[in-house]
Protein backbone atom coordinates (compact mmCIF):
# COMPACT_ATOMS: atom_id res chain seq x y z
CA UNK A 1 0.00 0.00 0.00
CA UNK A 2 0.85 3.58 -0.53
CA UNK A 3 2.26 4.39 3.41
CA UNK A 4 3.43 7.38 3.02
CA UNK A 5 0.53 8.88 1.03
CA UNK A 6 -1.42 7.96 3.72
CA UNK A 7 0.28 8.69 6.58
CA UNK A 8 0.52 12.50 4.92
CA UNK A 9 -2.96 12.95 4.44
CA UNK A 10 -3.91 11.96 7.34
CA UNK A 11 -1.09 14.19 8.89
CA UNK A 12 -3.62 17.24 7.18
CA UNK A 13 -6.89 15.98 8.57
CA UNK A 14 -5.34 15.72 11.86
CA UNK A 15 -3.73 19.35 11.61
CA UNK A 16 -7.23 20.63 11.00
CA UNK A 17 -9.39 18.93 13.83
CA UNK A 18 -5.87 19.99 16.33
CA UNK A 19 -6.86 23.36 15.91
CA UNK A 20 -9.72 23.18 17.99
CA UNK A 21 -9.06 23.52 21.92
CA UNK A 22 -10.93 20.17 23.52
CA UNK A 23 -10.47 16.29 22.33
CA UNK A 24 -13.12 13.63 23.50
CA UNK A 25 -11.91 10.11 23.74
CA UNK A 26 -14.86 8.50 22.35
CA UNK A 27 -15.04 7.09 18.89
CA UNK A 28 -18.81 5.38 17.35
CA UNK A 29 -21.31 6.26 15.35
CA UNK A 30 -20.98 8.09 12.84
CA UNK A 31 -17.33 6.44 12.54
CA UNK A 32 -16.04 2.68 11.75
CA UNK A 33 -13.86 3.15 14.70
CA UNK A 34 -15.22 2.60 18.09
CA UNK A 35 -13.87 2.60 21.58
CA UNK A 36 -13.76 0.52 24.97
CA UNK A 37 -16.32 2.57 27.39
CA UNK A 38 -19.67 1.19 27.64
CA UNK A 39 -23.27 3.21 28.05
CA UNK A 40 -23.36 4.46 31.83
CA UNK A 41 -25.32 2.35 34.14
CA UNK A 42 -28.76 3.18 34.27
CA UNK A 43 -28.18 5.28 30.69
CA UNK A 44 -29.73 4.83 26.88
CA UNK A 45 -28.88 6.02 23.26
CA UNK A 46 -31.06 6.06 20.32
CA UNK A 47 -29.88 6.61 16.91
CA UNK A 48 -32.00 6.81 13.60
CA UNK A 49 -29.75 6.52 10.47
CA UNK A 50 -29.43 5.79 7.23
CA UNK A 51 -26.28 5.05 5.58
CA UNK A 52 -24.79 4.08 2.01
CA UNK A 53 -21.42 2.05 1.62
CA UNK A 54 -19.77 0.00 -1.11
CA UNK A 55 -17.65 -0.28 -4.19
CA UNK A 56 -17.23 -0.64 -7.82
CA UNK A 57 -18.72 -4.39 -7.20
CA UNK A 58 -21.94 -3.57 -5.53
CA UNK A 59 -23.62 -0.73 -3.95
CA UNK A 60 -24.74 -1.20 -0.20
CA UNK A 61 -27.44 1.85 0.91
CA UNK A 62 -28.91 1.21 4.34
CA UNK A 63 -31.96 2.75 6.21
CA UNK A 64 -33.61 3.83 7.86
CA UNK A 65 -31.94 1.73 10.72
CA UNK A 66 -32.46 1.69 14.76
CA UNK A 67 -30.06 1.06 17.06
CA UNK A 68 -30.31 1.00 20.90
CA UNK A 69 -27.91 0.60 23.86
CA UNK A 70 -28.27 -0.04 27.57
CA UNK A 71 -26.10 0.46 30.20
CA UNK A 72 -27.24 -2.96 31.45
CA UNK A 73 -24.49 -3.47 34.37
CA UNK A 74 -21.43 -1.65 36.10
CA UNK A 75 -18.50 -1.60 33.03
CA UNK A 76 -21.18 -3.47 30.10
CA UNK A 77 -23.38 -2.37 27.48
CA UNK A 78 -25.80 -4.52 25.74
CA UNK A 79 -26.74 -3.18 22.06
CA UNK A 80 -29.08 -4.03 19.13
CA UNK A 81 -29.59 -2.83 15.32
CA UNK A 82 -32.63 -3.41 13.26
CA UNK A 83 -31.94 -2.46 9.84
CA UNK A 84 -33.64 -1.96 6.44
CA UNK A 85 -31.42 -1.47 3.29
CA UNK A 86 -30.88 -2.51 -0.40
CA UNK A 87 -27.81 -4.56 -2.27
CA UNK A 88 -27.36 -3.02 -6.02
CA UNK A 89 -25.10 -5.22 -7.65
CA UNK A 90 -22.91 -4.00 -10.65
CA UNK A 91 -23.26 -6.93 -12.52
CA UNK A 92 -20.53 -6.10 -14.74
CA UNK A 93 -18.39 -9.44 -15.32
CA UNK A 94 -15.36 -8.43 -14.79
CA UNK A 95 -16.03 -8.70 -11.05
CA UNK A 96 -17.61 -12.21 -11.00
CA UNK A 97 -18.56 -13.75 -9.32
CA UNK A 98 -19.06 -10.84 -7.18
CA UNK A 99 -21.28 -8.17 -7.57
CA UNK A 100 -23.79 -10.55 -9.46
CA UNK A 101 -27.50 -10.67 -9.63
CA UNK A 102 -31.13 -8.52 -9.14
CA UNK A 103 -31.34 -5.52 -6.78
CA UNK A 104 -33.48 -6.07 -3.56
CA UNK A 105 -34.95 -4.33 -0.55
CA UNK A 106 -35.72 -4.84 2.80
CA UNK A 107 -34.61 -5.96 6.68
CA UNK A 108 -31.12 -7.09 6.47
CA UNK A 109 -29.08 -9.07 9.09
CA UNK A 110 -29.54 -7.65 12.81
CA UNK A 111 -26.58 -7.05 14.70
CA UNK A 112 -27.19 -7.90 19.11
CA UNK A 113 -23.34 -7.01 20.61
CA UNK A 114 -22.15 -6.72 24.38
CA UNK A 115 -19.14 -4.35 24.96
CA UNK A 116 -16.96 -4.98 28.10
CA UNK A 117 -14.91 -2.23 29.63
CA UNK A 118 -12.38 -4.08 31.43
CA UNK A 119 -9.65 -1.87 32.36
CA UNK A 120 -9.74 2.04 33.47
CA UNK A 121 -7.91 4.24 32.22
CA UNK A 122 -5.52 5.77 34.64
CA UNK A 123 -2.30 8.34 34.27
CA UNK A 124 -0.01 5.50 33.22
CA UNK A 125 -2.65 2.94 31.54
CA UNK A 126 -5.06 2.93 28.66
CA UNK A 127 -8.96 2.30 28.83
CA UNK A 128 -9.58 -1.36 27.35
CA UNK A 129 -12.45 -2.88 25.64
CA UNK A 130 -14.29 -5.77 24.07
CA UNK A 131 -17.26 -5.25 21.86
CA UNK A 132 -18.46 -8.64 20.81
CA UNK A 133 -20.93 -8.63 18.03
CA UNK A 134 -23.50 -11.41 16.80
CA UNK A 135 -25.19 -11.09 13.28
CA UNK A 136 -28.10 -12.72 13.12
CA UNK A 137 -29.32 -13.87 10.11
CA UNK A 138 -33.26 -11.58 9.63
CA UNK A 139 -32.14 -10.73 5.82
CA UNK A 140 -33.36 -13.15 3.34
CA UNK A 141 -30.13 -15.07 2.23
CA UNK A 142 -31.61 -15.92 -1.62
CA UNK A 143 -32.07 -11.92 -2.01
CA UNK A 144 -28.61 -11.15 -1.02
CA UNK A 145 -29.88 -9.47 2.14
CA UNK A 146 -28.47 -11.66 4.39
CA UNK A 147 -25.69 -14.08 5.03
CA UNK A 148 -27.93 -16.67 6.11
CA UNK A 149 -25.92 -17.55 9.17
CA UNK A 150 -25.28 -15.93 12.28
CA UNK A 151 -21.39 -14.62 12.31
CA UNK A 152 -19.27 -12.94 14.28
CA UNK A 153 -17.28 -9.69 14.89
CA UNK A 154 -14.52 -10.07 17.41
CA UNK A 155 -12.77 -6.13 18.41
CA UNK A 156 -10.86 -5.19 21.31
CA UNK A 157 -10.62 -0.87 21.30
CA UNK A 158 -7.98 1.30 23.40
CA UNK A 159 -8.09 4.95 23.92
CA UNK A 160 -5.59 7.29 26.29
CA UNK A 161 -5.32 10.66 27.30
CA UNK A 162 -2.81 12.82 26.61
CA UNK A 163 -2.65 15.66 28.61
CA UNK A 164 -5.17 17.96 26.08
CA UNK A 165 -6.21 14.96 23.67
CA UNK A 166 -6.81 11.30 23.61
CA UNK A 167 -6.55 8.47 20.77
CA UNK A 168 -8.92 5.62 20.08
CA UNK A 169 -8.06 2.64 18.47
CA UNK A 170 -7.79 -1.11 17.99
CA UNK A 171 -8.65 -4.21 16.06
CA UNK A 172 -11.13 -6.48 15.10
CA UNK A 173 -11.18 -10.43 13.58
CA UNK A 174 -14.69 -11.34 11.71
CA UNK A 175 -15.88 -14.69 11.64
CA UNK A 176 -18.43 -15.84 8.83
CA UNK A 177 -17.60 -19.10 7.43
CA UNK A 178 -20.42 -18.90 5.28
CA UNK A 179 -20.58 -19.82 1.31
CA UNK A 180 -18.56 -16.72 -0.50
CA UNK A 181 -17.54 -14.95 2.41
CA UNK A 182 -14.31 -14.95 4.38
CA UNK A 183 -12.93 -14.80 7.89
CA UNK A 184 -10.94 -10.85 8.01
CA UNK A 185 -9.49 -8.73 10.19
CA UNK A 186 -10.23 -4.67 10.43
CA UNK A 187 -8.72 -2.11 12.48
CA UNK A 188 -9.03 1.68 12.68
CA UNK A 189 -7.59 4.88 14.27
CA UNK A 190 -9.63 8.02 15.30
CA UNK A 191 -9.35 11.34 16.59
CA UNK A 192 -12.03 13.45 17.81
CA UNK A 193 -12.30 17.25 18.88
CA UNK A 194 -14.72 19.79 20.39
CA UNK A 195 -14.91 23.02 17.88
CA UNK A 196 -17.17 24.84 20.23
CA UNK A 197 -20.45 23.99 22.10
CA UNK A 198 -22.39 22.91 19.30
CA UNK A 199 -20.07 21.14 16.99
CA UNK A 200 -17.21 18.76 16.92
CA UNK A 201 -15.14 17.12 14.46
CA UNK A 202 -13.26 13.87 13.96
CA UNK A 203 -11.46 11.63 11.36
CA UNK A 204 -10.52 8.32 11.48
CA UNK A 205 -8.12 5.77 9.38
CA UNK A 206 -9.75 2.52 8.82
CA UNK A 207 -8.77 -0.41 7.03
CA UNK A 208 -9.96 -3.98 6.31
CA UNK A 209 -8.96 -7.08 4.60
CA UNK A 210 -10.95 -8.84 1.77
CA UNK A 211 -14.35 -10.08 2.75
CA UNK A 212 -15.44 -12.31 0.22
CA UNK A 213 -17.51 -12.32 -3.33
CA UNK A 214 -20.26 -11.95 -1.85
CA UNK A 215 -19.94 -8.68 -0.73
CA UNK A 216 -18.85 -5.40 -2.15
CA UNK A 217 -15.71 -5.64 0.00
CA UNK A 218 -13.75 -8.03 -2.73
CA UNK A 219 -10.38 -6.80 -1.58
CA UNK A 220 -8.53 -5.26 0.99
CA UNK A 221 -9.43 -1.26 1.41
CA UNK A 222 -7.82 1.42 3.85
CA UNK A 223 -10.46 4.34 4.01
CA UNK A 224 -9.93 8.25 5.45
CA UNK A 225 -13.66 9.12 7.22
CA UNK A 226 -14.28 12.76 8.28
CA UNK A 227 -17.91 13.89 9.82
CA UNK A 228 -18.88 14.94 13.53
CA UNK A 229 -21.48 15.89 15.51
CA UNK A 230 -23.76 18.82 16.11
CA UNK A 231 -25.24 19.42 19.18
CA UNK A 232 -28.84 20.95 19.37
CA UNK A 233 -30.74 22.89 21.96
CA UNK A 234 -32.69 19.88 23.32
CA UNK A 235 -30.52 17.49 25.84
CA UNK A 236 -28.81 14.49 24.45
CA UNK A 237 -29.98 15.56 20.91
CA UNK A 238 -27.62 14.99 18.01
CA UNK A 239 -27.06 15.16 14.18
CA UNK A 240 -24.02 12.57 13.64
CA UNK A 241 -22.69 12.83 9.85
CA UNK A 242 -19.43 11.32 8.28
CA UNK A 243 -18.10 10.60 5.23
CA UNK A 244 -14.94 8.58 3.72
CA UNK A 245 -13.23 7.51 0.97
CA UNK A 246 -10.69 4.79 -0.35
CA UNK A 247 -7.22 6.42 0.12
CA UNK A 248 -5.26 2.37 -1.22
CA UNK A 249 -6.58 -1.22 -2.10
CA UNK A 250 -9.77 -1.48 -3.63
CA UNK A 251 -11.94 1.59 -4.36
CA UNK A 252 -14.40 2.64 -2.07
CA UNK A 253 -16.95 5.20 0.02
CA UNK A 254 -18.76 4.98 3.19
CA UNK A 255 -21.22 7.74 4.21
CA UNK A 256 -23.68 7.69 7.57
CA UNK A 257 -26.31 10.08 8.67
CA UNK A 258 -28.35 10.16 11.57
CA UNK A 259 -30.20 11.31 14.88
CA UNK A 260 -28.82 10.45 18.59
CA UNK A 261 -30.56 11.35 21.80
CA UNK A 262 -29.29 9.82 25.02
CA UNK A 263 -31.04 10.08 28.47
CA UNK A 264 -30.41 8.48 31.92
CA UNK A 265 -30.26 9.01 35.82
CA UNK A 266 -28.17 11.51 36.14
CA UNK A 267 -27.09 15.11 34.65
CA UNK A 268 -23.36 13.88 33.12
CA UNK A 269 -23.14 15.26 29.90
CA UNK A 270 -23.70 13.03 26.71
CA UNK A 271 -21.10 11.60 23.85
CA UNK A 272 -22.51 9.64 21.31
CA UNK A 273 -20.08 6.75 20.68
CA UNK A 274 -19.75 5.48 23.68
CA UNK A 275 -22.46 2.89 22.36
CA UNK A 276 -21.92 0.96 19.12
CA UNK A 277 -19.43 0.99 16.70
CA UNK A 278 -21.05 2.35 13.21
CA UNK A 279 -22.35 -0.73 10.98
CA UNK A 280 -19.86 -1.44 8.23
CA UNK A 281 -22.57 -0.83 5.38
CA UNK A 282 -21.25 -3.80 4.33
CA UNK A 283 -22.84 -5.85 6.38
CA UNK A 284 -25.80 -5.99 4.39
CA UNK A 285 -25.32 -9.15 2.93
Known amino acids: MRINSTCSKLRQLLLLLLT ?38 ELDPVGPAFEFNWGAIPNVQLHMILPLGAVLPSNNPIYAPGGQGPSAFGLTD ?19 GSFTMF ?34 GGVGYAVNTQYQYRNYLYGGYLVKREINKKLEL ?27 YYHFNSPG ?36 GDGAIAPPIKLLK
Not at 37 to 45: F, I, Q, S
Not at 116 to 123: H, L, P, R, S, W
Not at 202 to 228: C, K, M, N, W
Request: glycine share 14%; proline share 6%.
Open 135 to 168: ELPTGSYSRGLGAGRVWYKLPIWVEKEFGPWSLV
Open 20 to 57: ASKLWAQAGPPFQTDDPTPVDLGHYEAYIFGGVGGTKV
Open 237 to 272: LQLLFAYGHSIAGQTETYGYLGLYKTWGNDKKKAVP
Open 202 to 228: SAEVFSHAREGYATPQTQASTLIDVGG
Open 110 to 128: MELGVKYGFIKQTKHRPQI
